[in-house]
């Protein structure tokens, strides 16, 4: 098992806040497994705290964060141009994604995610079944030991 990796989370931050309680779940079942780079997005307090960096810096932190990270989580249910974007840059780095779905009748799955053998896609219906799917997808990861731990 994998101790202390750099995780990056994506979610639905505009469209994705009625699914707020579900991200913060995700976060934390995450810490289990390693330092969360992005871990705001699972805070209720997000969009109250009045973020005052330009899009641009946004956009260039988050790159960072994300090249710097060891995987990649995304809870994939709300569609989100963020979210795509930020996967489409880790498959092009090659960095190991993993796409949760929660499969609701009124939504389906973009096939751009879907259909990438690059992504690693779960589906789920319920939040409790979140765990079980992280344990798999990390013990799954290929990535070198951690000299540090």
């Known amino acids: 098992m994998h101790k202390n990796l750099k995780i990056y989370f994506a979610g639905s931050i505009t469209a994705g806040r009625g699914d707020q309680p579900v991200y913060e779940q995700i976060v934390d ?3 289990k497994y390693g330092t969360i780079s ?3 997005i699972g805070s209720p307090n997000l969009l109250a705290t009045g973020e ?3 899009d641009k810096a946004i956009h260039d932190r988050d790159v960072a964060w994300l090249m710097a990270s060891d995987c990649v989580v995304a809870e994939v249910t ?3 141009l963020g979210v795509g974007y930020e996967i489409g840059l880790a498959t092009q780095a090659r960095i190991p994604v993993l796409c949760l779905y929660r499969a609701l009748p009124e939504r389906r799955l973009s096939a751009m995610i879907a259909g990438c053998n690059l992504v690693q896609v779960n589906r ?3 939040i409790g079944e979140v765990p079980l799917l992280l344990a798999q997808f990390f013990q799954s990861l290929s990535l070198p030991q951690s000299t540090s731990g």
């Open 52 to 54: 005052t960096m330009s």
């Open 78 to 80: 709300n569609p989100s």
């Open 29 to 31: 079942e995450l810490r």
């Open 124 to 126: 789920y219906s319920e």
């Open 38 to 40: 992005t871990e705001l």
